[in-house]
């Protein structure tokens, strides 16, 4: 099946500590994304990626980094800068620049709770 | 820099009511729109879109939404709820031709059996 794979899908951890959450995708999809959901607030932007070695910041980068080495893997490191990193993170692909192809695709979520 | 508005919040329904959500986006230049809904426990996934053309879309499961460019708006609307529609639906933008997507804050709809 192609889809978007996140793992793990829940993660605890203690303050301060550095965390990774993966995101595979299997739709050779050029561009990924990763948005955090909060309660009330929606989805906001961390981090976005047109093409491999490649990426640029959302609305909400600070605390956070990523990295595009392979085509369909586009890791995200919650680190111990980010002040508030408990919530539900989610990645997403698009098949080129969504403004042109239009559709994300996204994956089922990881969900951060740091102690 | 695009934003998008959803006013409701959280909206109850009884089964066989009409729903409209509504959506209004600011940004001064061609945009694409989205309706996305996220099922209990499912992942988010795409209800429908507007590129251009007709301002009525139609998308999944009866959903409409019209494109209305003098008022920046893009209302979700189905004549008929079902309890299966109760998800939270978010409203999406993106400029023509860019790769970031913006999404509104949500609305979650409960529609009552």
């Known amino acids: 099946d192609g889809g978007i794979t996140q793992s793990p899908k829940y993660l605890f951890r203690k303050e301060g500590q550095n965390v990774t959450l993966s995101c595979e995708q299997n739709?050779?999809?050029?561009?990924m994304y990763w948005y955090r959901q909060d309660p009330g607030q929606g989805l906001r932007l961390i981090y976005y990626s047109q093409i491999v070695n490649d990426f640029q910041k959302g609305d909400i980068a600070e605390g956070y980094s990523v990295s595009r080495e392979k085509k369909e893997s586009f890791p995200l490191t919650v680190t111990s800068a980010q002040k508030n990193p408990t919530a539900f993170y989610l990645c997403?692909?698009?098949?080129?620049?969504?403004?042109?192809?239009?559709?994300?695709?996204f994956g089922e979520g990881s969900r951060l709770t740091v102690l | 820099a695009q934003s998008v508005s959803q006013h409701n919040h959280h909206v109850i329904l009884s089964e066989a009511a009409s729903l409209e959500l509504g959506c209004n986006y600011s940004y001064g230049g061609t945009v694409n729109l989205f309706w996305y809904v996220q099922y209990p426990g499912q992942h988010l996934q795409l209800l429908l879109k507007?590129?251009?053309?007709?301002?009525l879309v139609k998308g999944i499961k009866g959903f409409e939404a019209e494109f209305i460019k003098s008022k920046f708006s893009f209302n979700l609307r189905k004549p008929s709820v079902q309890w299966s529609d109760t998800a939270e639906y978010f409203c999406?933008?993106?400029?023509?031709?860019?790769?970031?997507?913006?999404f509104g804050t949500g609305t979650k709809l409960q529609v009552i059996p």
């Open positions: 997403a692909s698009s098949m080129g620049l969504a403004g042109v192809t239009g559709e994300l695709f």
């Open positions: 507007y590129f251009s053309g007709d301002p």
């Open positions: 739709l050779n999809h050029d561009a």
């Open positions: 999406a933008v993106t400029p023509l031709g860019y790769q970031k997507v913006t």
